[in-house]
């Protein structure tokens, strides 16, 4: 069974920063792209960032596109997202997602696995 554990959501400042992390069990994630999507109240899930199966090559959501760094240890089972200079716009439910193979999409149909999401509220 494939589990997809977020963590380190929370409640921070305008212009701060945060670090999300998330663990997978029951896959070996070193063969898949990993992605981020974040939901707010009442919208539909979006794409934040997605990382291919190497770490090669990463894709960012136009909103995120120089705040956000996704990272991956696959040693670890473990992807990241680091998140700066955070705005109000930013709050949501932030999801960890993989993927079919190895190739990072930005649609959330390409997307297997899900986790069941950390809440990120940023304050102004």
């Known amino acids: 069974q494939v589990q997809l554990v977020e963590s380190g959501g929370g409640l921070v400042q305008a212009g701060g920063s945060l670090r999300l992390s998330c663990a997978a069990s029951g896959r070996t994630i070193s063969s898949y792209a990993m992605g981020w999507f974040r939901q707010a109240p009442g919208k539909e899930r979006e794409f934040v960032a997605a990382i291919n199966w190497s770490g090669g090559s990463t894709y960012y959501a136009d909103s995120v596109k120089g705040r956000s760094t996704i990272s991956r240890d696959n040693a670890k089972n473990t992807v990241y997202l680091q998140m700066n200079s955070l705005k109000p716009e930013d709050t949501a439910v932030y999801y960890c997602?993989?993927?079919?193979?190895?190739?990072?999409?930005?649609?959330?149909?390409?997307?297997?696995?899900w986790g069941q999401g950390t809440q990120v509220t940023v304050s102004s």
């Open positions: 997602a993989s993927g079919r193979d190895y190739r990072a999409y930005r649609h959330v149909r390409e997307y297997e696995y």
